[in-house]
């Protein structure tokens, strides 16, 4: 802990020195009108590091940022413009807004961002208040408990692709296990990829498998910053376990919450691997009737198997939009949140 | 009622926290989705040793590697070493492709194409593809398949490898208990001519079939099967786009719905993991079965399918598959890639590949001397596989192709027959719900 503090310790003062007196020794360099020595050279040398050495430090994200994200980005919302197919990157024609007149009005759209945004409500609100649930279970003392967490995080170690097929035998419709159990309790065969909201709970239940372990160890580790005189002041009041943790935990997790949110609605936003892995060879549809489809899915099929990059990119920036809509919306509630008592 | 936390529990915590979150930066590359797993096998013994480097893209199993041809090739050839680098799934590899010949590099000096592609390349990448015509004895290969692969002044982009001519594989035993004929000839005959009939024998099968089995795996193979047979599907000749009024798609998919609304379906999706099961516990009687599937049945159902299996002709001559090996203009070593190309594809080398993977030759003077491995044979209760084979390679009809032919195919299986077979709806809900896609398809 000391490192970094003396570094700060350190550094603050000179960073504030060096804009000062900069202006000061370009007088005193014009004033004497010579050449400087070797020593207001070396003063030099000084100033400008002081200067450009915090943009060298902080260049590297940002050169890989133009690269890799500001590049494309800007490519993407040029080739949105066009008509352009993948096998045909050179010829493209002017479409001006027809990539996204076409979308707009096209159904496959309209259901691809209703899917994401049901199956992110389904896939999310579940995943946290279970992630919440196991996590004031695991605060208390228990025997093994890194054991505990341990396996907690195991299925956020898995991959997509493993975790996905796995899933997959045991929703098949025909022989899989889900479909074997429910039918002692009575319940028919469903055909869990080709129905319409089976296949949603399907997807979103690996979602929820998935990410339930990954918030639980947030809010457990938020939870253990409580302080312990609140429990203690609590319990003398007579609050039993369920209403410290409604009047105590749940208040003092707020913030995490709030965090865990903001996370879990971008992963929802941008859900593809999943779904995509879940309808197997054909993936990129969703389902015969695009019941799963989400927008990345929508996207991949209309760039990468039909080719058309100029609708796809048209979907990409409408993603974007989507998003920042998404982050509107979560701005409001944050900041009502906060206000709340 | 809460006891302090200690120390360690709280570094605990924190070691927790940063461990997700380089956890959470690594997944993003890590868990990238696509299956694709450019690994690179070096050929054998060949890492280093010549002086020219030479690689080979594909997609899936192309059986080089398998049949030891990279090693033959680099005896007698020993300054060139071959690298094989191989995206397993076709929809990830296409438009990495795709994407390095318009950037004009990181192609490899030997890219496969697939069927399902190959007239994109011809029709949009023809520029990026060395003429192979004036190297090669183009007589060698089947007309049709040379003709798939030439643009219209003549340049020829790519040497075909493997075909998949169509045949039906079923079991005998299943057959016997539903008191259908099990001598391949016999039946061969009762089905010969067209598809319906197959579909038909499907109906009898149905009357007494043993439980728990399905005459056929899915009604988008019995579709595929069909329409690789006729003579015009998507696009006709000039290019046009004439899949709503062609004669080989209404065919094919009236035999589809046929099989849709009746019970004679496992509704599988091919190559899904369930499919697969299909295989292992003889949950379907038949499937038309190209020839590189009989490998993959072969190692699907396992021991318990052995001399269970047998092999018959098809109802009509048909189609499913097969690749090209094309080289880029952009390769450094163009001539030394072209030799190798050249190589690969020819007769004897298509052979070998036959021998040990069982995709057909594209070159019909390998087919007299084709022997299928023992094993195979045995398991599929001694069918002249060769013979089945070839016959049907001789009459597959020249079919034009178009550059949007693979996703108008997958509207066709994926979701209109899929939403009749599997949702209940009615065969003109599903030809409209398959119009709407193909619509957005072609549309930009």
Same mark, same amino acid.
């Given at each position: 802990?000391?490192?970094?503090?003396?570094?700060?310790?350190?550094?603050?003062?000179?960073? #504030?020195?060096?804009?000062?007196?900069?202006?000061?020794?370009?007088?005193?360099?014009?004033?004497?009108?010579?050449?400087?020595?070797?020593?207001?050279?070396?003063?030099?040398?000084?100033?400008?590091?002081?200067?450009?050495?915090?943009?060298?430090?902080?260049?590297?994200?940002?050169?890989?940022?133009?690269?890799?994200?500001?590049?494309?980005?800007?490519?993407?919302?040029?080739?949105?413009?066009?008509?352009?197919?993948?096998?045909?990157? #050179?010829?493209?024609?002017?479409?001006?807004?027809?990539?996204?007149?076409?979308?707009?009005?096209?159904?496959?759209? =309209?259901?691809?961002?209703?899917?994401?945004?049901?199956?992110?409500?389904?896939?999310?609100?579940?995943?946290?208040?279970?992630?919440?649930?196991?996590?004031?279970?695991?605060?208390?003392?228990?025997?093994?408990?890194?054991?505990?967490?341990?396996?907690?995080?195991?299925?956020?170690?898995?991959?997509?692709?493993?975790?996905?097929?796995?899933?997959?035998?045991?929703?098949?419709?025909?022989?899989?296990?889900?479909?074997?159990?429910?039918? %002692? %309790?009575?319940?028919?065969?469903?055909? =869990?990829?080709?129905? #319409?909201?089976?296949?949603?709970?399907?997807?979103?239940?690996?979602?929820?498998?998935?990410?339930?372990?990954?918030?639980?160890?947030?809010?457990?580790?938020?939870?253990?910053?409580?302080?312990?005189?609140?429990?203690?002041?609590?319990?003398? #009041?007579?609050?039993?376990? =369920?209403?410290?943790?409604?009047?105590?935990?749940?208040?003092?997790?707020?913030?995490?919450? +709030?965090?865990?949110?903001?996370?879990?609605?971008?992963?929802?936003?941008?859900?593809?691997?999943?779904?995509?892995? %879940?309808?197997?060879?054909?993936?990129?549809?969703?389902?015969?009737?695009?019941?799963?489809?989400? +927008?990345?899915?929508?996207?991949?099929?209309?760039? =990468?198997?039909?080719?058309?990059?100029?609708?796809?990119?048209?979907?990409?920036?409408?993603?974007?939009?989507?998003? +920042?809509?998404?982050?509107?919306?979560?701005?409001?509630?944050?900041?009502? +949140?906060?206000?709340?008592? | 009622?809460?006891?302090?936390?200690?120390?360690?529990?709280?570094?605990?915590?924190?070691?927790?926290?940063?461990?997700?979150?380089?956890?959470?930066?690594?997944?993003?590359?890590?868990?990238?989705?696509?299956?694709? @797993?450019?690994?690179?096998?070096?050929?054998?013994?060949?890492?280093?040793?010549?002086?020219?480097?030479?690689?080979?893209?594909?997609?899936?199993?192309?059986?080089?590697?398998?049949?030891?041809?990279?090693?033959?090739?680099?005896?007698?050839?020993?300054?060139?070493?071959?690298?094989?680098?191989?995206?397993?799934?076709?929809?990830?590899?296409?438009?990495?492709?795709?994407?390095?010949?318009?950037?004009?590099?990181?192609?490899?000096?030997?890219?496969?194409?697939?069927?399902?592609?190959?007239?994109?390349? /011809?029709?949009?990448?023809?520029?990026?593809?060395?003429?192979?015509?004036?190297? /090669?004895?183009?007589?060698?290969?089947?007309?049709?398949?040379?003709?798939?692969?030439?643009?219209?002044?003549?340049?020829?982009?790519?040497?075909?490898?493997?075909?998949?001519?169509?045949?039906?594989?079923?079991?005998?035993?299943?057959?016997?208990?539903?008191?259908?004929?099990?001598?391949?000839?016999?039946?061969?005959?009762?089905?010969?001519?067209?598809?319906?009939?197959?579909?038909?024998?499907?109906?009898?099968?149905?009357?007494?079939?043993?439980?728990?089995?399905?005459?056929?795996? @899915?009604?988008?193979?019995?579709?595929?099967?069909?329409?690789?047979?006729?003579?015009?599907?998507?696009?006709?000749?000039?290019?046009?786009?004439?899949?709503?009024?062609?004669?080989?798609?209404?065919?094919?998919?009236?035999?589809?719905?046929?099989?849709?609304?009746?019970?004679?379906?496992?509704?599988?999706?091919?190559?899904?993991?369930?499919?697969?099961?299909?295989?292992?516990?003889?949950?379907?009687?038949?499937?038309?079965?190209?020839?590189?599937?009989?490998?993959?049945?072969?190692?699907?159902?396992?021991?318990?399918?052995?001399?269970?299996?047998?092999?018959?002709?098809?109802?009509?001559? @048909?189609? !499913?598959?097969?690749?090209?090996?094309?080289?880029?203009?952009?390769?450094?070593?163009?001539?030394?890639? /072209?030799?190798?190309?050249?190589?690969?594809?020819?007769?004897?080398? $298509?052979?070998?590949?036959?021998?040990?993977?069982?995709?057909?030759?594209?070159?019909? @003077?390998?087919?007299?001397?084709?022997?299928?491995?023992?094993?195979?044979?045995?398991?599929?209760?001694?069918?002249?596989?060769?013979?089945?084979?070839?016959?049907?390679?001789?009459?597959?009809?020249? $079919?034009?192709?178009?550059?949007?032919?693979?996703?108008?195919?997958?509207?066709?299986?994926?979701?209109?027959?899929?939403?009749?077979?599997?949702?209940?709806?009615?065969?003109?809900?599903? !030809?409209?719900?398959?119009?709407?896609?193909?619509?957005?398809?072609?549309?930009?």
């Amino acid at each position: 802990m000391t490192g970094p503090k003396q570094a700060l310790a350190h550094s603050a003062p000179s960073a #504030d020195a060096a804009p000062g007196s900069s202006p000061g020794a370009a007088r005193g360099a014009h004033g004497r009108g010579a050449p400087a020595g070797a020593d207001s050279w070396r003063s030099r040398l000084y100033r400008w590091d002081m200067k450009a050495s915090p943009y060298a430090f902080v260049s590297p994200f940002f050169v890989l940022f133009a690269a890799f994200t500001l590049v494309p980005l800007l490519y993407t919302a040029w080739y949105s413009l066009h008509h352009v197919q993948l096998s045909a990157l #050179d010829h493209q024609s002017w479409a001006g807004l027809d990539n996204y007149k076409n979308l707009w009005s096209s159904d496959f759209f =309209w259901n691809a961002l209703r899917n994401t945004l049901t199956i992110g409500v389904i896939s999310t609100v579940p995943q946290l208040l279970a992630a919440l649930g196991l996590a004031h279970l695991l605060n208390y003392r228990l025997r093994g408990s890194t054991v505990w967490r341990v396996v907690m995080l195991t299925p956020y170690a898995t991959s997509v692709a493993a975790a996905t097929l796995v899933f997959t035998l045991l929703y098949s419709w025909d022989g899989g296990m889900v479909n074997w159990i429910l039918h %002692f %309790f009575g319940v028919g065969p469903v055909n =869990w990829r080709e129905s #319409d909201w089976g296949s949603r709970f399907a997807v979103s239940s690996i979602v929820i498998w998935r990410w339930t372990g990954y918030n639980a160890l947030i809010y457990l580790a938020a939870m253990q910053a409580i302080p312990a005189d609140l429990y203690e002041s609590a319990a003398i #009041d007579g609050a039993n376990r =369920w209403q410290q943790f409604w009047h105590v935990t749940v208040p003092q997790l707020r913030p995490t919450i +709030l965090f865990t949110v903001v996370v879990s609605t971008i992963g929802a936003t941008q859900l593809f691997g999943e779904p995509l892995l %879940f309808g197997g060879v054909s993936g990129s549809k969703g389902g015969s009737e695009h019941q799963y489809q989400t +927008l990345g899915l929508y996207m991949y099929d209309q760039g =990468w198997i039909i080719g058309n990059l100029g609708k796809a990119s048209a979907i990409a920036w409408s993603m974007f939009l989507v998003l +920042l809509v998404v982050a509107a919306v979560n701005l409001l509630l944050t900041r009502r +949140l906060r206000k709340s008592p | 009622m809460r006891t302090s936390i200690r120390r360690s529990q709280r570094l605990m915590a924190l070691a927790a926290v940063a461990a997700l979150t380089t956890g959470l930066l690594a997944g993003c590359a890590k868990d990238s989705a696509d299956g694709s @797993s450019d690994h690179s096998d070096g050929g054998g013994n060949g890492t280093g040793k010549g002086k020219i480097t030479l690689t080979v893209g594909t997609f899936g199993v192309f059986g080089y590697q398998q049949a030891g041809l990279y090693d033959e090739y680099m005896k007698l050839h020993p300054d060139i070493s071959i690298k094989e680098n191989v995206t397993t799934r076709t929809d990830v590899y296409w438009p990495k492709v795709l994407t390095r010949l318009q950037a004009g590099s990181g192609t490899d000096d030997i890219e496969a194409i697939e069927i399902g592609n190959i007239t994109e390349a /011809v029709q949009t990448q023809a520029d990026k593809f060395v003429d192979l015509g004036k190297d /090669v004895d183009t007589s060698q290969w089947l007309g049709w398949k040379n003709a798939q692969a030439t643009t219209k002044d003549g340049k020829l982009i790519g040497l075909g490898t493997d075909i998949g001519p169509m045949a039906i594989c079923y079991r005998k035993d299943l057959f016997q208990k539903a008191g259908l004929p099990t001598d391949r000839t016999k039946l061969a005959e009762l089905w010969k001519g067209d598809w319906s009939k197959y579909v038909d024998v499907g109906k009898q099968y149905m009357q007494k079939a043993p439980k728990g089995t399905k005459f056929v795996d @899915s009604a988008s193979s019995v579709y595929n099967a069909a329409v690789g047979g006729a003579s015009e599907r998507y696009y006709d000749k000039g290019g046009n786009v004439v899949w709503d009024r062609s004669e080989g798609v209404k065919k094919a998919w009236d035999a589809a719905m046929t099989v849709a609304t009746s019970t004679m379906s496992a509704k599988l999706k091919q190559f899904d993991p369930t499919w697969d099961q299909g295989f292992a516990n003889g949950g379907f009687a038949s499937v038309a079965c190209p020839a590189w599937m009989i490998g993959y049945i072969e190692q699907k159902s396992g021991d318990s399918g052995k001399g269970k299996w047998d092999v018959a002709a098809a109802p009509a001559a @048909s189609n !499913w598959g097969g690749s090209f090996l094309g080289v880029p203009t952009a390769t450094k070593h163009q001539k030394e890639a /072209v030799a190798l190309a050249k190589w690969l594809t020819a007769p004897a080398q $298509q052979a070998k590949v036959f021998a040990k993977q069982a995709s057909f030759p594209s070159t019909p @003077s390998a087919y007299p001397g084709l022997r299928p491995q023992a094993d195979t044979t045995a398991y599929f209760s001694n069918a002249p596989l060769t013979q089945i084979f070839s016959d049907a390679a001789k009459a597959i009809p020249s $079919q034009p192709l178009g550059p949007k032919d693979k996703p108008i195919d997958n509207a066709i299986s994926d979701i209109g027959i899929l939403q009749v077979e599997q949702k209940g709806k009615s065969p003109s809900q599903g !030809w409209d719900a398959a119009a709407k896609e193909i619509k957005d398809v072609l549309g930009q």
